[in-house]
Structure formats: C-alpha cells, structure tokens
C-alpha cells in the first residue's frame, strides 16, 4: 500500500487507504479481496517505526527492484551521474531553539540526542538555529529565498536509462552531499559488482579531495568540472596563464620569472602543505614591483601567488576529459538527475518531507526511488519490440 501512495502522489495515510478501500486496481495490487479489511492508518506508523525500520525493508524492496532492472538490461554500468536536491523537512521555519531548554521526547529529538551521545551528529548541521521538532534537520536558503529547515536526498543514476542506483539522505550542505558520493559508489559495488567508468556531476563534485578519490582511489574516468577558486577575472592572469615545471616544482609567469615553493633554503626539509591541502608558490616581491604586468596579474597584492593541490594531477586529469567529444555527451546525460528530482517534486509531491528525523528521511527517500524505478522499468519493458509496431497506413 506504501508503493501505491508514493507512486500516485498520495500523501495522507488516511486518504491512502479510502483510496485502496474503493479502487479495485489498488486491492488486486495489494492481495486483497473484495470483502478483505483495508488496513488501518495507524497500522503504518507502527509498522514503518518498528520492525520495517529494523529489518531494513524498505532497502530490501528497492534493491530487489534494482535488481530486476539489471536482470533486464536497463542498467549497463558504464557511466553514473550523481546529484543532489533539498527537500523540505517537516518543521516550521518560524520555530528554533538556541538554549538547553527541554525538547520534548518526540521520535525525532530523541535519535537526535542519541546521536549526539555517540558522537555522531550529521556533519555540516546549521549551528544558527536547530528546530525544537526536527533538530537533525538543516536550516538553509540555498534555493532562493526564506530560508526553511531540509534534507538533501542524494541520487546516483546509471546515465543510460536514467534507473537509480542508490539513493542517501543527508543534511541541507555542500560537504556532507558530496561525501554520500563515496557511500553510495561503494555500496552499489559492494553488493551488485558494479563499478562505472566514468561519473559525471555537477561543479560541487570537482573538489581536489573528491577528484582524488575518483581517480586514484576507485579508478572512474571523472565528467565533472574542476572547482576552481583562482581563476583570472576582469583582465587578471589566470593560472592557466603560468607554465608548471614538474621537474624544477615551480612556476613560471608571462614575464618569465619563477614562483617557488620557498625562496630561501632551511636546515629541516618542509613540505610546504598547508591546512587546506594547498601549496603556494611565490614570486620574488623585487621581481613583481619591477614588472610591466603586474597591474595584469597582481594590481592589489605585493607580489604573485598561486597555489597548487596536492591532488592537482587529478585536477589536470578532469580538465584533459572536459575537453574530449565524450565530456560534452555525459553535460547532456547528467539532466537525466535533474528530471528525476522534478518528477519527484512535480508528480509525486514529495517537495516536503512528512516523517521527521534522518530515518524517516531515509525511509521516504528510498520509497520514493523505489516506485521511479518501478515506473521507469514498467515504461521501457512494456513497448513492443521494433519490429512487432504497427505502422499507420501510408497516406495515398
């Protein structure tokens, strides 16, 4: 009855079993008679916070209906996409706390503090304001407009015929969207042995750290664009502007001077790392107050700086593949996400969470990639083959 309601966008459980009550189509789906008791409401809040939750059901049913899609051949496994799109969490904007006032003992606020207990609270929680209902949940405007507190759902899709892979939910924030990345990748590997060669995203996906994960780590061709803070603006130099040496590790500028890691040589070797895994080179400042260029290249600073990842061979990897014929196909494939987050949103109204917690947000999201799936297979399997079309009759 659950798949039901979310495949026809019916958010009432109440309505939900009116509707099963007197459609026949909804009790030959779910096995019942027509003199069978339609469940009641209340029935699925226990069920769904009780032994569905611990025996992991609603994971079962969406990975049997992956597999399925497999079986089929729907699913080829060459290429995945992956995004992210925030959901409205159930709990009202206008209602924050910032003290240790009591909570209450809701569901919500008690897996909560059980998680803070342990230590592991969801990374990148807005610390502004938390909701007395939902505190899990993160308060943003990414969007546009008031802000309100959310989820994220997190979706990775195989780019052929845009079937699901996995699904997780996280808190409204860069960070912790892209590390489901790694969950989700690993999970799909690990229990169906699937490994794409490529992953195609979004700028948020083209970190340093995530760009060396991808290629170093799990061996994916990376389709996604560097996220690059430095870049030339209004006339400025840029860093494609300066010449890298491997062999000397240093950079050489329009003018033809060097940017060195240090200037001068120490007694104790130093790597030169900083806390944000970057290295800066630098010029001479006599070298830069004497230049011709430098109202081109540093018109506000004493002399040029650039710094270079020390994952920046991953970084120039994905730059080499955003300039194949290959990259421009996988921009228009990665649309195939955004078109399951609108059909979510628009067909299924699930543009507002109605379970509270990251539990009931796993729960939901998982149902709602449950029935995409099953949409999704029920449309590419039921066409007739090429060749058994019947054709209109030609005109005379």
């Not at 910032?98 to 990148?124: C, H, S």
Request: aromatic letters at 10%.
């Amino acid at each position: 009855m659950l798949l039901v309601g979310y495949c026809y966008g019916i958010r009432s459980e109440r309505r939900l079993c009116e509707e099963v009550n007197f459609n026949l189509a909804y009790r030959w789906f779910c096995r019942l008679g027509l003199e069978s008791d339609v469940p009641d409401h209340s029935s699925f809040s226990k069920n769904r916070h009780g032994r569905f939750r611990d025996a992991e059901t609603f994971r079962y049913v969406f990975e049997h209906v992956l597999m399925r899609c497999i079986n089929a051949d729907l699913v080829k496994g060459e290429g995945f996409a992956v995004d992210a799109s925030i959901v409205k969490a159930d709990a009202s904007r206008q209602r924050h706390r910032e003290d240790d006032d009591d909570w209450g003992n809701g569901r919500a606020v008690r897996e909560y503090i059980e998680a803070l207990e342990a230590d592991n609270v969801p990374t990148g929680k807005s610390t502004r304001k938390i909701s007395p209902t939902d505190p899990a949940a993160s308060y943003t405007a990414a969007p546009g407009g008031p802000a309100f507190y959310a989820y994220s759902t997190n979706y990775l899709i195989d780019a052929d015929h845009g079937i699901i892979m996995d699904v997780e939910p996280s808190t409204a924030n860069r960070t912790p969207e892209v590390e489901t990345t790694k969950t989700m990748i690993e999970r799909v590997e690990d229990r169906f042995g699937i490994k794409p060669q490529r992953l195609i995203g979004d700028t948020a996906y083209g970190t340093a750290a995530m760009l060396h994960w991808i290629v170093e780590e799990k061996r994916i061709e990376p389709h996604t664009p560097v996220w690059q803070k430095y870049e030339g603006k209004d006339g400025v130099f840029g860093r494609a502007d300066f010449t890298w040496d491997a062999e000397a590790d240093c950079y050489t500028c329009p003018a033809g001077k060097t940017l060195k890691r240090y200037q001068r040589n120490f007694k104790k070797q130093r790597t030169g790392i900083n806390k944000d895994n970057n290295i800066r080179y630098t010029a001479i400042q006599a070298d830069c107050a004497a230049c011709e260029y430098k109202p081109r290249c540093c018109p506000k600073a004493p002399r040029r700086k650039i710094p270079r990842s020390i994952y920046e061979s991953s970084r120039e990897l994905a730059r080499a593949v955003s300039q194949t014929p290959a990259y421009k196909k996988t921009r228009r494939q990665r649309k195939k996400v955004e078109m399951l987050f609108a059909h979510m949103k628009r067909i299924l109204k699930m543009d507002r969470l109605r379970l509270r917690g990251i539990s009931g947000a796993h729960d939901e999201f998982l149902l709602t990639a449950t029935v995409q799936n099953l949409r999704r297979m029920a449309k590419l399997l039921s066409q007739p083959p090429p060749g058994c079309r019947i054709d209109a009759p030609a005109r005379q």
